[in-house]
T-cell receptor, first 115, second 114 residues
Framework: EAGVTQFPSHSVIEKGQTVTLRCDPISGHDNLYWYRRVMGKEIKFLLHFVKESKQDESGMPNNRFLAERTGGTYSTLKVQPAELEDSGVYFC?????????????FGEGSRLTVL | EDKVVQSPLSLVVHEGDTVTLNCSYEVTNFRSLLWYKQEKKAPTFLFMLTSSGIEKKSGRLSSILDKKELFSILNITATQTGDSAVYLCAVEEYGGTSYGKLTFGQGTILTVHP
């Protein structure tokens, strides 16, 4: 069974440009999460989808970030325009819809570098 | 603001040693405490703890939670080089029917030398 996959693994862009990160969760997982780790800090929650609906987006830093999950399958996270402080590793995670065990399945992350 | 603090931040041991990693937390509506292991890129789940004093065990790893003193420990006995990783502690608060919003600590970097 394929795990959570994220694309791209690394993106280098100039300040002011746009970047779109993609996450494919484990098939059948209704819950999809975005987290990020900026340099030297803890991994922080960004938002949570249940199927195609945003359940909790309290961690989104500002309106330059837009997450979508059309059709309840893969998700995209767009940063527009990117700023220097957006550099970090963006993790996606998924979990099944019922019988929560605490286990989130994380992807390997997309490293974003904004110059 | 909710807080999760791990100690030590890094630890270097030799194979066969036993290590204890610490995690203390301050959250408003505690639901669970989780431990994850991050070897290279993707964190992988180890344990979820919800009740005080009940040890969770998996092979050489074990963990316990103290909800009165607000901390957890992760023990690894007879360490192996494959245990080298970042160990992440995270806390989850009650959020109605929503799960999976975790507050992470900084992580403990464990290095096991042969």
């Amino acid at each position: 069974e394929a795990g959570v996959t994220q694309f791209p693994s690394h993106s280098v862009i100039e300040k002011g440009q746009t970047v779109t990160l993609r996450c494919d969760p484990i098939s059948g997982h209704d819950n999809l999460y975005w987290y990020r780790r900026v340099m030297g800090k803890e991994i922080k929650f960004l938002l949570h989808f249940v199927k195609e609906s945003k359940q909790d987006e309290s961690g989104m830093p500002n309106n330059r970030f837009l997450a979508e999950r059309t059709g309840g399958t893969y998700s995209t996270l767009k940063v527009q325009p990117a700023e220097l402080e957006d550099s970090g590793v963006y993790f996606c995670a998924s979990s099944q819809g019922t019988g929560y065990t605490g286990e989130l399945f994380f992807g390997e992350g997309s490293r974003l570098t904004v110059l | 603001e909710d807080k999760v603090v791990q100690s030590p931040l890094s630890l270097v041991v030799h194979e066969g040693d036993t290590v204890t990693l610490n995690c203390s937390y301050e959250v408003t509506n505690f639901r669970s405490l989780l431990w994850y292991k991050q070897e290279k890129k993707a964190p992988t789940f180890l344990f979820m703890l919800t009740s005080s004093g009940i040890e969770k065990k998996s092979g050489r790893l074990s963990s316990i939670l103290d909800k009165k003193e607000l901390f957890s420990i992760l023990n690894i006995t007879a360490t192996q080089t494959g245990d080298s990783a970042v160990y992440l502690c995270a806390v989850e608060e009650y959020g109605g029917t929503s799960y999976g919003k975790l507050t992470f600590g900084q992580g403990t970097i464990l290095t096991v030398h042969p």
